[in-house]
């Protein structure tokens, strides 16, 4: 007797569990997403210019002429406090219309292949211009902020190099992204010509 009720509570265990998994595979079917997948060719300009002066001094300039994207901004996003964001944003991004958001130390991590050279990645952009092509098409916040590589040459000069950022943004076939394109190809031009001089 004592089997046959173990067996039956095996037997209602089983059926609970066969019930459970049926149900779970049938709300995963339910659920499932349809994914689709595109792919677009788009031809990318891409700038180099280089100096004769010395990566210090080149990267020193750089970093004292652009403003920082730091924790005081940050906080002012968290707090919705669009007025004083947008002020403090205006100000870091000073005559040269650009932030550094982040700075990749490329030349530092070659420390892992047995040697340090002089380079640095800086992520740069403008919030403000981001926003007004990401409030147009979401997709264009992959080119904001911008990157540019700053290292010291063969010649013991400077180069910097980018992706022209109209180029980058042309895929989305809007004016309104087009017309912040070409202004972040102005500032970046005029930022690399005043750090190589």
Same mark, same amino acid.
């Not at 040269?96 to 952009?125: A, P």
């Given at each position: 007797?004592?089997?046959?009720?173990?067996?039956?509570?095996?037997?209602?265990?089983?059926?609970?569990?066969?019930?459970?998994?049926?149900?779970?595979?049938? %709300?995963?079917?339910?659920?499932?997403?349809?994914?689709?997948?595109?792919?677009?060719?788009?031809?990318?300009?891409?700038?180099?210019?280089?100096?004769?002066?010395? /990566?210090?001094?080149?990267?020193?300039?750089? =970093?004292?002429?652009?403003?920082?994207?730091?924790?005081?901004?940050?906080?002012?996003?968290?707090?919705?406090?669009?007025? =004083?964001?947008?002020?403090?944003? !205006?100000?870091?991004?000073?005559?040269?219309?650009?932030?550094?958001?982040?700075?990749?130390?490329?030349?530092?991590?070659?420390?892992?292949?047995? !040697?340090?050279?002089?380079?640095?990645?800086?992520?740069?952009?403008?919030?403000?211009?981001?926003?007004?092509?990401?409030?147009?098409?979401?997709?264009?916040?992959?080119?904001?902020?911008?990157?540019?590589?700053? /290292? =010291?040459?063969?010649?013991?000069?400077?180069?910097? =190099?980018?992706?022209?950022?109209?180029?980058?943004?042309?895929?989305?076939?809007?004016?309104?992204?087009? $017309?912040?394109?070409?202004?972040?190809?102005?500032?970046?031009?005029?930022? %690399?010509?005043? $750090?190589?001089?």
């Amino acid at each position: 007797m004592i089997h046959l009720r173990i067996a039956a509570s095996r037997l209602a265990l089983s059926t609970v569990a066969i019930a459970a998994i049926s149900v779970s595979a049938f %709300c995963a079917s339910a659920m499932a997403a349809t994914v689709e997948v595109s792919e677009t060719k788009t031809i990318i300009d891409h700038v180099t210019v280089s100096s004769s002066r010395p /990566y210090a001094l080149v990267k020193q300039d750089l =970093e004292s002429r652009l403003g920082r994207l730091d924790d005081h901004i940050r906080t002012l996003l968290k707090q919705d406090k669009v007025d =004083e964001l947008r002020t403090a944003l !205006q100000k870091a991004a000073g005559n040269d219309g650009l932030v550094i958001h982040y700075i990749g130390l490329h030349g530092d991590w070659l420390v892992l292949k047995g !040697q340090r050279r002089n380079g640095t990645e800086y992520f740069t952009g403008n919030i403000l211009t981001a926003t007004e092509m990401t409030s147009v098409n979401m997709a264009a916040g992959l080119y904001a902020p911008l990157r540019i590589m700053v /290292y =010291e040459n063969a010649q013991s000069g400077t180069t910097i =190099e980018y992706d022209k950022p109209s180029t980058q943004l042309s895929q989305f076939h809007s004016a309104q992204i087009d $017309v912040q394109g070409r202004s972040l190809d102005d500032r970046l031009a005029k930022l %690399c010509a005043a $750090v190589l001089q």
